[in-house]
Structures are given as structure tokens and as C-alpha cells.
């Protein structure tokens, strides 16, 4: 018997795609949508047996939001995940939030039918390889590539960071020479040498930048006015 599915993944023509290849299987796709803002209220109110939703970053925050929705609203719903393989945080991260089965997006039509029909049984629907990928991975842990905000940190140098914090806190070329003590040619230089680290054409820019990656957070400055960083106020920078 057919599977009354919806699928839903952020490209359209991909969704309608797999949406074609399964109705010649025999299935009833009821839609294929963008996840857009609408995608979970669209599931719920046509509360299909089992939702295929598709992402293409599963560890964005938020990209399992949808099945948190479709889970709370209509929990008779099995929502099987159809991603890129994952870290081990990611499969997590999909269960956590109600989803019952996670099939890599380059699974063949078979073993995606196979997840949607072991879903609507009620099983947990995870190719074997996949587990075993994430459970080597969890028992033999590799470092982690640094994100974007600890690798543009560590571009910089301690009177580089000093300058951004104070650029992101809007001081201008005079409040940084004197809240540093130098010159303000000196401090003139140390600010179009961040701009050109950062590869940002204006102020504005860099702190932009700097609060989006986290940047600021990780540097945890906070300048005394002296110039010197308060040791009593949590983390900070040693300055030469």
C-alpha cells in the first residue's frame, strides 16, 4: 500500500523531483514546498503520514524548528530527515527534534522509499552506515575545523583586537589614540590594518563583521582607562 507523504526541502525543483519519483512508486504525495515560514503550518493541516523534509545545513540553528512544530501539532506525523551526512550532533539534533528517520540526500529512490516505509511503521528508519559513522566519530572524536570567527581572531593582533573592540563600540580615530595612549596616526594605522585583515571597506563593516562571527565575543576585551585590560572583569587579552 502507498504511503500518504508530503515532501518538502529547500529546493523546489528538487522537491518535485522526488515528489514525481515517488508517486510512480505508488505513493500519494500530497505537496512538495520550499521550507519556507509556512512549510510546518502547510504539514499540519494536511497531516500526511510521513513528511520527507529535506535540508541542506542540518547543524543551522534552527533547521530542525519546522519538525519541533509538526511534532507538537500533529505528533501522529513521522518526519524522516533527508540531509548531507551529518555530524553525530546532527543526527542528535534531528531526533531531538521528534524526527524519526535521517537519509542522506544522495540515497538512491529504494532506500529512500524503504526510511518513508519504516517510518509510518513506527520505526526508527537510519541506514546502518550512517549510525555506525556517527557512533565512530563519537567514540573517536577529530578537532574540529575552527569557525570563522576564531580564524579571523587569530589574524589579529592583541593591539589589532583592542582596536576592533573600540572601532565595534563606535569610538572614532581620536577616542581610540587617547584610550590607548599612542598617536593618532598610530591608531589611524592600526585601524586600516584591521580593515585590510578583515577585507572590509569601512568601519561599520568591520564591527558588523565582528558581531556576526562571534568575533567580539571570543576576543572578551574589555579596555581599563589606561589601556591595559581589566583583569577583573572575566576573560581578556594579554597586550605586549
Given amino acids: ?22 508517486k510512480l512508486r505508488g505513493h500519494r504525495v500530497l505537496a512538495a514546498a520550499a521550507p519556507t515560514a509556512g512549510a510546518a503550518e502547510l504539514v499540519v493541516s494536511r ?8 535540508t541542506a545545513a542540518p547543524a543551522e540553528p534552527g533547521a530542525f524548528d519546522p519538525i519541533v512544530r509538526i511534532r507538537r501539532d500533529r505528533p501522529q ?5 533527508l540531509g548531507p551526512v551529518p555530524s553525530p550532533r546532527g543526527i542528535a539534533a534531528a531526533f531531538a527534534a521528534g524526527a524519526c528517520g535521517y537519509v542522506r540526500h544522495d540515497e538512491r529512490i529504494e532506500g529512500v522509499e524503504r526510511a ?3 517510518a509510518r511503521a513506527g520505526d526508527a528508519a537510519v541506514a546502518p552506515g550512517l549510525l555506525q ?6 567514540l573517536n572524536p577529530v578537532a574540529q575545523p575552527d569557525d570563522e570567527g576564531q580564524r579571523l581572531l587569530r589574524m589579529l ?7 576592533l573592540v573600540r572601532v565595534a563600540e563606535g ?3 581620536r577616542l581610540i589614540a587617547a584610550g590607548m595612549g599612542i598617536a593618532p596616526s598610530t591608531a589611524r594605522t592600526h585601524v586600516q590594518r584591521v580593515l585590510m585583515k578583515l577585507g572590509v571597506g569601512s568601519r561599520l563593516e568591520a564591527a558588523a563583521l565582528a558581531a556576526r562571527t562571534g568575533l567580539l565575543d571570543r576576543a572578551a576585551v574589555t579596555v581599563m582607562p589606561d589601556g591595559l585590560p581589566d583583569t577583573t572583569k572575566g576573560p581578556h587579552t594579554t597586550y605586549e
Avoid at 497531516?47 to 529535506?54: F, R
Avoid at 506525523?77 to 530527515?81: D, E, R, Y
Avoid at 593582533?157 to 582596536?163: A, G, H, L
Fill in 47 to 54: 497531516a500526511p503520514e510521513v513528511c520527507l523534509m529535506g
Fill in 77 to 81: 506525523v513521522a518526519v524522516v530527515v
Fill in 116 to 118: 518513508i516505509v519504516k
Fill in 171 to 173: 569610538e572614532d580615530t
Fill in 1 to 22: 500500500m502507498g504511503v500518504r507523504l508530503m515532501v518538502v526541502d529547500d529546493h523546489r525543483l528538487l522537491a518535485e523531483a522526488l515528489a514525481s519519483a515517488l
Fill in 157 to 163: 593582533t592583541p593591539r589589532e583586537i583592542e582596536v
Fill in 133 to 138: 559513522g556517527a557512533f565512530t566519530e563519537l
